[in-house]
């Protein structure tokens, strides 16, 4: 089974400034297809995960363009550019490569200095 | 607008039974695998189950296969889990989510219902 790891798992950020998140896989997510399946969550606060990037580096609809994502393989990173109060809740890595099954990070707590 | 309205959530003692409901809206439920995804209270998610379009296919987590069993009634719009044997691991919100057509990530979210076990 595939294990995610992510790093750091808690950040605490000035509004304004960037953060950055790591998520690591044992195997590489690099499908057969040419895709590599790595998604990032976020769950503010009471609420569901809502999807922020799929296959690495798309953002999904709707989502701010402070967020991108990168990395290829095994190393994967996510970005916010300015972040902003709205931003803070956990952040979780999650690959699908091995379909039908799935696998979340241990998820990156972000708060506001 | 897509809406997923899970129930069924509450407290039960270990090695009893539950079944949550989730009520899909706003798409065409027949057309989509649909999952239950947990998350054990203040820890991450876990996928626990998914359910191809016709029922025909289903997977589970290996800690909760043999106890729990998805299923779906397309002419009700509804997803189900059967969770038997519970136990103390089992507490977490269940959300149910809907796939993606690609079927590699969930798109919709419910709230999630909450199960506590405990005795």
Redesign the interface.
């Known amino acids: 089974d595939i294990v995610m790891t992510q790093t750091p798992l808690s950040l605490s950020v000035t509004p304004g400034q960037p953060a950055s998140i790591s998520c690591k896989s044992s195997q590489s997510l690099l499908h057969s297809d040419g895709k590599t399946?790595l998604?990032w969550?976020l769950?503010k606060p009471g609420?569901?995960?809502?999807?922020l990037i799929?296959?690495v580096s798309n953002r999904?609809s709707g989502v701010p363009d402070r967020f991108s994502g990168s990395g290829s393989g095994t190393d994967f990173t996510l970005k916010i550019s300015r972040v902003e109060a709205e931003d803070v809740g956990?952040y979780?890595c999650?690959q699908?490569i091995q379909?039908?099954?799935?696998?979340?990070?241990?998820?990156t707590k972000v708060d506001i200095k | 607008e897509v809406q997923l309205v899970e129930s069924g959530g509450g407290l039960v003692q270990p090695g009893g039974s539950l079944r949550l409901s989730c009520a899909a809206s706003g798409f065409t439920f027949s057309s989509y695998w649909m999952s239950w995804v947990r998350q054990a209270p203040g820890k991450g998610l876990e996928w626990v189950a998914n359910i191809k379009q016709d029922g025909s296919e289903k997977y589970y987590v290996d800690s909760v296969k043999g106890r729990f069993t998805i299923s779906r009634d397309n002419a009700k719009n509804s997803l189900y889990l059967q969770m038997n044997s519970l136990r103390a691991e089992d507490t977490a919100v269940y959300y149910c989510a809907r796939s993606s057509v690609d079927l590699h990530y969930f798109d919709y979210w419910g709230q999630g219902t909450l199960v506590t076990v405990s005795s």
Do not use: R
């Open positions: 399946y998604y969550y769950q609420q569901p995960p809502q999807l799929y296959e999904f956990v979780y999650m699908s379909l039908p099954l799935f696998t979340f990070g241990p998820g």
